[in-house]
């Protein structure tokens, strides 16, 4: 596991990028970025390939940014419209997603579990190779809305998801966000929940 504790100098390596890219390969990656342009032309290059080779992809996102990544996957040359109607390729608005299994500020287990299951289930069994790519923003909403307790919560929940299922969850985070001290304690423990962290403009 690559933590934070390294991050200044890590660089992943090319295998580890390769890992990224193949099909059906599961993982819990996160992306510190600096520019939106470059983490949603990453994300776009990743689930076009992950995607044409079987994976499901699901995007929980900003509305601005899954209309940049629906752009970036047309232009890939992935049929959207037959994608959707296979039910592999899923849009998720990440405020209204977090609106169904937050409670008082914290995620309630059983309702992530219910809800984002439901949803990652539904494409998994769906997909040709029967696992999915997802791209979440919702951690990253709620370390902007200075709650970095309850995303490090979701991103906990996310890795009891993944025994149950197969999908790589990719979650991108602005380095802007830890310039708030509210969130500058989170950044360890958000890196140790995930298996690989992908330094900000790394290209893919």
């Known amino acids: 596991m690559k933590s934070s504790v390294a991050f200044n100098t890590a660089r992943v390596t090319r295998s580890d990028i390769a890992t990224l890219h193949q099909s059906g390969e599961p993982g819990h990656f996160v992306h510190f970025y600096e520019d939106d342009g470059f983490a949603l032309d990453s994300i ?6 992950r995607i044409a080779a079987g994976d499901a992809g699901i ?31 899923v849009t998720c608005d ?4 977090l609106a169904r299994f937050m409670e008082d500020g914290r995620p309630n287990r059983d309702k992530f579990l219910d809800v984002v299951g ?5 494409a ?9 790519l997802i791209f979440g923003e919702m951690v990253a909403l709620l370390c902007a809305a200075d709650n970095s ?6 991103e906990r929940l996310w890795n009891v998801l993944s025994g149950r299922l197969k999908f790589a969850l990719w979650c991108a985070y602005p380095l802007s966000t ?7 304690g989170a950044w360890d423990a958000i890196c140790l929940e995930h298996s690989l962290v992908v330094p900000a403009e790394t290209p893919l």
Do not use: C
């Open 44 to 49: 776009g290059r990743l689930a076009s390939r």
């Open 94 to 97: 990440a405020d209204a997603t």
């Open 149 to 154: 307790e309850a995303a490090i919560t979701v």
């Open 124 to 132: 998994i069994e769906r997909s040709p190779n029967g696992s999915a």
């Open 118 to 122: 439901g949803i990652v289930g539904q």
């Open 59 to 89: 995007f929980v996102a900003t509305a601005s940014h899954l209309d940049i990544i629906q752009l970036n996957l047309e232009i890939s040359g992935l049929d959207l419209n037959m994608l959707r109607a296979q039910g592999r390729y």
């Open 178 to 184: 830890f310039k708030d001290e509210s969130n500058a």
